[in-house]
């Protein structure tokens, strides 16, 4: 048995049973169990983690896909590993999952624990923690009542990375935010060298179109969305830094997946939209640096399972549903591009709602692109959410055909009319309580078997 306090035994132990309890009756929960444990010993994350080669990903958008990409791909190369894939990232979920994962008895061979963790949260981990990597995969505006402004979203993650000088990160290069931030540890870029079109004006909504020195207006040589691309300041000079990983060429953009070549490695992305391909080369620039071979990072990668309302797949009597997580502008616009990839006709329901976890404020959706579907061959639009009313007025001011609105305040009516509805093919676009409460509904009538 390994070397531990009584206090601490008896903070896993209960943790352990709450666990269980959690599991077999309330189907779920994820945070509770930290909750008791850390009430008990707060010092518990330091003890159950050892023996772990630790990865932490945050960032605005993309941690939970990412974080199941490289869970895969260190699993699909023959190493234990753990990690919360149900994207439980606040300090108690996290403590959960690695008190879910203790043995008192058994030693542990050379095991990875890929994390992810909540951006405003970083601090509480790498406190107890020194991650193997940390890696940032973007800075986005995102619940604007909680997090503020860009630069208060990465002045957060530094607070956590500040106290870990030896890790190494692996940070998003086309991100303008995260150019030299003047940081003791080793430092890898990746990002696109290949262009996704010839644009080079940044939108007039992005979020980071200034430079952090000078403040004079980033130039582009390529913009891949919003704000991410290849940038440089004439201003001050500041710049991309060199990439080590990038996307060298991009072979073929379809509604389902994503063919590139990362460095000389060709790559199908099983999950479709750029965002996701940055997903896919953040996994690639961690497993590299984890010494991981091209085989199973290549094949993880075009086998990649999409869960939990990240594109997941499901069938309701027939009908082909896709769940897309939306939480914020870049992220929206992002999977109205994948949309737009569909040369056949389909329909799709908006869900909104303004939950805390959401954002309390939904004027966001003002700068989301919506007219974009303005030229789609899109059979209904089915809405719903808390915010349902709000959505249908930003949907008319976009330009989208009202006839064809079928606003459903309730689930049931939802799904009933999903259903039935004239399309085989529906996109659901929601926001994150609005994602979580209708899979709960979807998993009570049976159409989804796993709930976390």
């Known amino acids: 048995m390994k070397k531990i306090s009584i206090k601490s035994t008896i903070s896993i132990i209960a943790s352990k049973i709450t666990i269980f309890l959690t599991k077999t009756i309330l189907k779920g929960g994820t945070t509770f169990p930290g909750k008791v444990a850390l009430k008990?010993?707060?010092n518990i994350l330091k003890k159950v983690s050892q023996g772990y080669k630790v990865v932490l990903v945050t960032g605005t958008n993309g941690k939970t896909t990412t974080t199941s990409m490289i869970y895969n791909i260190v699993k699909e190369s023959g190493k234990e590993a753990i990690t919360n894939n149900t994207g439980a990232n606040l300090f108690p979920g996290i403590v959960t999952t690695f008190i879910d994962n203790y043995k008192f008895f058994n030693p542990k061979k050379e095991s990875y624990a890929i994390i992810e963790v909540d951006e405003a949260n970083l601090k509480y981990i790498t406190e107890f923690i020194s991650p193997e990597i940390i890696t940032v995969t973007n800075l986005f505006r995102d619940q604007l009542d909680r997090y503020g402004e860009v630069y208060t979203?990465?002045?957060?993650?530094?607070?956590?990375?500040?106290?870990?000088?030896?890790t190494t990160l692996v940070l998003n290069g086309d991100e303008s935010l995260l150019g030299k931030l003047d940081l003791p540890n080793k430092t890898i870029f990746y990002g696109f060298n290949a262009k996704i079109n010839e644009n080079k004006n940044i939108e007039v909504n992005a979020d980071a179109k200034f430079c952090k020195f000078c403040k004079s207006p980033y130039e582009y040589n390529h913009i891949t969305y919003n704000h991410l691309g290849d940038f440089y300041c004439t201003g001050c000079g500041f710049k991309r830094a060199d990439l080590k990983y990038a996307v060298n060429e991009i072979l073929e953009l379809t509604p389902d997946s994503s063919t590139v070549k990362i460095n000389d490695l060709e790559i199908t992305v099983s999950q479709s939209g750029v965002y996701n391909i940055y997903n896919a080369l953040c996994a690639y620039a961690i497993t590299k640096e984890l010494n991981i071979d091209n085989d199973s990072i290549k094949k993880s990668l075009q086998n990649q399972d999409s869960s939990f309302g990240r594109q997941e797949a499901l069938n309701i009597d027939g009908k082909e549903v896709k769940i897309i997580l939306v939480k914020n502008p870049a992220g929206y616009n992002q999977a109205l591009d994948t949309l737009c990839l569909n040369k056949e006709s389909f329909s799709t329901a908006f869900l909104l709602n303004d939950n805390y976890?959401?954002?309390?404020?939904?004027?966001?959706?003002?700068?989301?692109?919506?007219?974009?579907?303005?030229?789609?061959?899109?059979?209904?639009?089915?809405?719903?959410?808390?915010?349902c009313y709000d959505m249908a007025v930003r949907l008319k001011i976009a330009g989208l055909n009202k006839e064809k609105f079928i606003i459903e305040e309730s689930f049931d009516s939802l799904t009933n009319k999903i259903k039935n509805s004239a399309n085989d093919k529906i996109y659901i676009l929601a926001t994150y309580t609005a994602m979580i409460n209708y899979r709960k509904h979807l998993y009570s009538k049976g159409y989804i078997k796993k709930l976390w």
């Open 40 to 42: 008990i010993d707060k």
């Open 357 to 387: 976890a959401d954002g309390t404020d939904v004027s966001w959706i003002w700068d989301v692109d919506f007219e974009k579907l303005q030229d789609l061959n899109i059979d209904e639009l089915f809405i719903s959410g808390i915010r």
């Open 153 to 166: 979203t990465l002045s957060k993650i530094l607070e956590g990375i500040t106290l870990s000088p030896n």
